[in-house]
């Protein structure tokens, strides 16, 4: 389960304006590289919505059958907010929800029948 946590609205280079979600994943325990001990942490992803912005703030709070897992994808540059390095990262969080994707694969689109 993930849980509605934040909404941001997101303007878009064209100029049009949509809100996403900010949902977190439950507690997971992690072992430091440098302590060797462990320590606990939540993922965050964003998702993309067609809401409004009081739709999305009346959704925060609520819980989502799914997780939040690490993705790869194309190479991105991120600074570290603590220290103002900027690092090379090729992944990142997204929301999951294997059980909806494989029901919706399974179902034939009216789009796809034409």
Not at 10 to 18: A, D, Q, V
Not at 58 to 86: A, N
């Amino acid at each position: 389960m993930v849980r509605v946590i934040d909404y941001k609205t997101i303007k878009t280079e064209t100029g049009k304006e949509f809100s996403m979600l900010v949902v977190q994943g439950g507690i997971e325990p992690l072992v430091s590289n440098k302590t060797g001990k462990i320590y606990l942490t939540m993922r965050k992803a964003n998702i993309s919505t067609t809401f409004d912005a009081a739709s999305c703030k009346s959704l925060v709070g609520t819980e989502l059958p799914g997780k939040v897992e690490k993705m790869e994808c194309e190479p991105y540059e991120y600074t570290v907010k603590e220290t103002g390095e900027i690092i090379t990262l090729k992944h990142n969080w997204q929301y999951v929800d294997e059980d909806f994707m494989n029901v919706n694969s399974q179902v034939i689109h009216k789009e796809l029948v034409n």
